[in-house]
Antibody, heavy 124, light 108 residues
């Protein structure tokens, strides 16, 4: 059974860079069947997709965050990563990693499953 | 594409039928819409994909329908474990792929 586990700093100071890791077990991220994505959710709000990455390095990112976001993988360790630069209080949220299922055309579709999430608070 | 869910809160009793709506600001191509269930403190769980296909291990009391700009999630008979927040998610066309703001199904 595929499982995803996020890890991160918990608290980041304004203007700094937030770094998150997603460790995948029970399946390989080196697969043509899936992208691997990051989604965040601020308290009381709907989820917001951040970025997704394919095994060959192809990426998609939300235009609203694109200038501050970097997503990458370490296929040998079955992990993928998110960096978000120049954070502000508006970036405070629970951050989830998830498997991003592709369709017959190789385009990312829905998310299944999700990790349990990690709360990141931006505060000095 | 902006997704608008209604109502924001649905107050029902166990055994009743729940009908949740998701409206899109533009047509969602290929019926590329999913529904998720989220309980407090937990991650969202996929219920429905491609507008009407149930995900693995999802009971058949959950069903999805719709196309274009209007989609519906129906729970035929609410069980106690179904009281939660539900989100729709569109993944058609170019990014950004977006989520609705959620509908909370609460016990009346």
């Amino acid at each position: 059974q595929l499982q995803l586990q996020e890890s991160g700093p918990g608290r980041v100071k304004p203007s700094e860079t937030m770094s998150l890791t997603c460790t995948v077990s029970g399946g390989s991220i080196n697969s043509a069947s899936y992208y691997w994505g990051w989604i965040r959710q601020s308290p009381g709000k709907g989820p917001e997709w951040i970025a997704s990455i394919y095994f060959n390095g192809k990426t998609y990112s939300n235009p609203s965050l694109q200038s501050r976001v970097a997503i990458s993988t370490d296929l040998s360790k079955n992990k993928f990563f998110l960096k978000l630069r120049s954070v502000t209080a508006a970036d405070t949220a629970v951050y989830y990693c998830a498997r991003h299922v592709v369709d017959a055309y190789g385009d990312p579709n829905y998310f299944d499953p999700w990790g349990q999430g990690t709360l990141v608070t931006v505060s000095s | 594409i902006v997704l608008t869910q209604s109502p924001a809160t649905l107050s029902l009793s166990p055994g009743e039928r729940a009908t949740l709506s998701c409206g899109a600001s533009q047509s969602v191509s290929s019926r590329y819409l999913a529904w998720y269930q989220q309980k407090p403190g937990l991650a969202p769980r996929l219920l429905i994909y491609d507008a009407s296909f149930r995900a693995s291990d999802i009971p058949d009391r959950f069903s999805g329908s719709g196309s274009g700009t209007h989609f519906t999630l129906t729970i035929s008979r609410l069980e106690p474990e179904d009281f939660a927040v539900y989100y729709c998610h569109q993944y058609g066309g170019s990014p950004p792929w977006t989520f609705g703001q959620g509908t909370k199904v609460e016990i009346k």
